[in-house]
Structure formats: C-alpha cells, structure tokens
C-alpha cells in the first residue's frame, strides 16, 4: 500500500480520497474556536525567543503541517528527523507560495510501549552498541510522563564515549537530567537540533488539550459501535483491494484508552455489547466495567484520561489544529488508509498525507569504501554481511583467476545446455535426468568459485572488515540505516547543520529514498 500510495496510483485512491501527486494546499477551513487557546498552549510549550515568529503566524491564521513521533531515548532513531524536516520543508514551501504555514512536531506521549522508547543505537566502527534505559516502569504508563531517574547519568556517558564531544553531546546532556520527564527530555533535544528552522514541538497529553479536543473524543464514545463497523468494513475494502490492515479490529475493540486514576496505566477500552440489561451497552477497561454516561462523565471532569488509539488520534490532532497536511512514514500512511473513515465521519473531511524523506547518510570513510569496492547501496542491501566479504573477495580475486573461472563457467554452461537438449529430443524423462545432473555440476562450479574466494578473503583479513564496517553503516542488522541508528550520533559529527541540510533534501518532494553522501 505504501508503494502504491507514493507511486501515486489509482488502486489508493479511493482509501485516501487523493492521489500523493495531488494538490495538497487549498481553501482553509475557519479557524476553531479553541484556536486562541490552542496557540496559547503552544506558546507555554515553547519559550523561546527565536519561536516567537511562528507562534505570532499561527496567531494571524497560518495553516499548519504536522508530523509526530513517540518520546524515545537520546532522540530515537534518524528518522525522527526526518520527519521534522519534511515537515519544515513542506511548510517552507507553502510559505513561498504566498501561503503560509508552520510545522508543528506532534509527541506522542501517551503510547505505553516502553519498549520501544527505552534504547537507542550507535555505530561504533564495524559493530553496533544499543543503550538501554532499564529502569522498567510498574504498569503500562504513557512513556512521556515517566521520570528520568539518575542511571541515565552512566547513559549519558557511554553516549558521550560512542559520539564524541560535540554541540549534540551537550544538548544530550541539558536535556536528559536526572530528575526530567521522557517527554521534557526529547522535547527539548528536538527544539535545540530545528531552532535554527523554527520548529514547534507540541505535547497533547495535559488536561487542557484533552479538554479542547473532547469533541472527537465523546464521538468515539458516543458512536463507538458505529465507527467499529465503518473500521471493519475498510478492512475488507482494504483487503479486498489486494491490501491488509494496519491495524486489526477486534470485534469487541473500541478507538480509546483510559488512564487508570490510581496506577496511571493506560488500558484499552473495549466495548461489551448492548444486551436487554444494558441496552446501551458497556465499556471494560481491565477488571473495571463502565456505563457510556460513565465515560462521558470522566470526559468532562478528567478528559486528560481519555486517549486517543492510534486509527483515532489522527482525527484528534486534526481537529485541534485544522492540519493542512500530515507527514507520516510507511506505517502511519497505511494507518491513513483506515481512518479515513472516522475522518469522514467525525471531521466531515480528510486531511491529505505525504511520505517523510527518507535516506541513508553515507560517511566519508563508508563511501570511500564504496568507490573502492565499485559498490552501489542497491547491492548492499541485497547482500548479507558474509555473502558481503564474500562479494569483496570475488572482486579482489587476481585477473587471471577471474578469467579461468569465467571461462570454465562459460564452457560448461554451453556444453551443457546443448548437451541436455540433445537428451531431451531423444527421450523426455532421459531429459530431465540430465537436467539434474547438470544443475549438480553448475553446483560444483559455482563451489569452485567460492572456494577462490574464501582463499582471497582469509588472505585479505581487511576485505571481511570493510564489508562489516560497511554493512554496519549502510545496511545495519538488514534493516535501513534510518530505523536503526540514533539520530544524535549524526547530529554529534554533522553538527546542527545538518537539519538544515535534511529540509533542504526534504524539499525536492521525491518519496524514492536518497543517498546523502557526506
């Protein structure tokens, strides 16, 4: 579906209402009537001096573009901003047209998957070092609310040892303290790396913005079964179209969380359906059973403990800001594709989406490397760190060598094809005999070629360290770059002008992924 959404086409279209090639500014809607409060929560949000023209253009009606992403350890890993950039650069597009904008960077501080916020990864020359903030909290809590306590010190060194002292280091530093939320801490990391770009960090989960969007919140309540059955029947849209569900619809699943007043876990919210007792049904959120007035009475006097799911909280972040343009990854596009039903039915609207920019950055030494071995990324991600050292040590084999392995591979390639054809004419099964046979000698040959290979690269103990050093650069755990190093070891050689230079990337609208040779 991801493919298909930034290829622009048409099987999409009817899952998003747009093609990715479409015009995505156009007449704005009138401005809520929480926008003053809106505003004004992002100005107590971010302090700085430097911020201030963003917010005055917010408060003069400028549209806004906004991506997010869940508070993770030393700034989480290079795609994260990536999205910033994106952002910034479409906003800085419009902006150029005569039709300003701001980006807006959303924290997703109410998820409760610690797991995926508690490390970070750094290369450290041919191999990789994750740290681990291991402080595991009691119950499954938002992640932005919980305290950073003082091992994060001894992280904060070894982060310093892998990355050097740098501007990045020291934003590490101020922002992670003992004493300081996840939230607080990735918050002001990310305000630090895009203040030159004007970025506005936002944090929903205070009971004022839960306030603001409790419209979209009391739908969800309100029309919960309703939703349900527009969400199960996208599925089968969605699979019927030859695609699949982001996320599955339980039958008895619902579009909210609650926060438990006493653990301060954040529980999902099933429904249980309407029966002759309850006709208007009933809502579980663990052991604890509520009514619907139940919900709607919680909403009013404590809407910070109702949170959106992840089909949902698009809807509300719309609804606050009158987004004119999401940036999501590949997760959160295809996300899209499921609530552009609730969109339809709670908004009226659906707000159009773009892929982040996405790269690998190739370091000097790396790409000298690459020269010098006459490799392209496309191969590198084919290969596997040893079928790597492998390839390394085919290329680096004498001439000589190359010649009489090509040249017997040729011949008997030849001889052999004619050879079966002539078996086959005579008799079919005679054929296929000689069929097997052959595919053993080809097998044979191609061990020949191994075994020259091995031979070079036990010989050449550097090419089996070049391909290491190069796979864990390039192509890390056969992952993408992105989605497995940290973004401040970047941030810490590059320094903060590489967000400058990722906007700058971001800005040339192409969703193929890029290669920043540094």
Same mark, same amino acid.
């Given at each position: ?34 926008? $003053? ?47 910033? *950039? ?36 750094? +290369? ?36 310093? &040892? ?57 739908? *969800?309540? &309100? ?14 849209? !969605? ?16 579009? !909210? ?24 049904? #009933? ?6 059973? !509520?009514?619907? *007035? ?66 690998? %950055?190739? &370091? ?12 392209? !990324?496309?191969?590198? %991600?084919?290969?596997? +760190? ?11 084999? $004498? ?15 030849? @001889? ?12 079919? @099964? ?26 070079? #690269? ?17 192509? $890390? ?42």
């Amino acid at each position: 579906m991801y493919l298909d959404f930034c290829s622009g086409a048409a099987a999409v279209r009817p899952f998003y209402g747009r093609s990715f090639g479409d015009p995505w500014r156009g007449p704005r809607a009138t401005r809520p009537e929480h926008w $003053p409060q809106l505003v004004s929560i992002l100005a107590e949000q971010n302090t700085d001096a430097a911020l201030r023209e963003k917010l005055d253009a917010l408060r003069a009606g400028a549209g806004t573009v906004l991506t997010g992403q869940q508070v993770s350890l030393f700034g989480g890993p290079l795609f994260t901003p990536f999205k910033a *950039a994106t952002a910034l650069a479409r906003a800085r597009q419009a902006a150029a047209a005569g039709d300003q904008h701001v980006a807006i960077f959303w924290l997703a501080t109410e998820d409760h998957d610690f797991a995926e916020v508690q490390s970070v990864t750094f +290369p450290a020359r041919r191999e990789l070092r994750t740290l681990t903030y291991a402080s595991q909290p009691a119950a499954a809590v938002p992640v932005g609310g919980l305290v950073l306590d003082e091992s994060v010190s001894a992280l904060l060194d070894q982060a310093g &040892e892998l990355i050097g002292y740098s501007g990045a280091l020291e934003a590490l530093n101020e922002a992670y303290r003992p004493g300081r939320t996840f939230a607080q801490a990735f918050a002001d990391f990310y305000r630090r790396v895009f203040a030159a770009q004007g970025l506005l960090v936002f944090d929903a989960a205070p009971r004022a913005v839960h306030a603001l969007g409790g419209p979209v919140l009391l739908a *969800a309540i &309100e029309s919960a079964d309703d939703l349900r059955a527009a969400l199960v029947e996208r599925g089968r849209q !969605l699979l019927a179209g030859g695609y699949h569900e982001q996320v599955a619809v339980a039958p008895n699943s619902s579009l !909210l969380f609650l926060i438990d007043e006493k653990t301060g876990a954040r529980v999902a919210l099933k429904r249980i359906a309407a029966s002759a007792a309850e006709p208007g049904g #009933l809502w579980q959120a663990g052991r604890e059973k !509520l009514s619907t *007035a139940d919900l709607v009475g919680i909403l009013a006097a404590q809407p910070e403990r109702i949170s959106p799911s992840a089909l949902l909280r698009p809807v509300f972040q719309d609804y606050l800001f009158g987004t004119s343009l999401t940036i999501g990854g590949p997760a959160e596009i295809a996300y899209f594709a499921q609530s552009a039903v609730l969109f339809g039915r709670i908004l009226g609207k659906m707000t159009p989406v773009h892929p982040r920019f996405t790269a690998t %950055i190739v &370091e000097p030494d790396i790409g000298e490397l690459l020269r010098q071995h006459d490799l392209t !990324l496309e191969r590198i %991600i084919e290969e596997t +760190p040893d079928s790597l050292a492998q390839l390394l040590a085919a290329r680096a084999m $004498p001439v000589e060598g190359k010649r009489k392995l090509a040249a017997a591979g040729s011949a008997l390639d030849t @001889e052999l094809t004619d050879l079966v054809e002539w078996m086959r004419r005579i008799n079919p @099964e005679l054929g296929r005999s000689g069929e097997t046979a052959a595919s053993k000698m080809r097998y044979q040959m191609n061990r020949l070629r191994r075994l020259a290979a091995n031979f070079i #690269l036990q010989r050449e103990e550097s090419l089996k360290r070049h391909a290491q050093a190069i796979a864990s650069a390039v192509f $890390p755990e056969s992952n993408l770059q992105e989605r497995v190093h940290g973004a401040a070891w970047y941030l810490a050689r590059h320094g903060f002008d590489l967000a400058e230079e990722l906007v700058g990337n971001a800005g040339k609208n192409c969703p193929g992924h890029t290669a920043l040779w540094m």
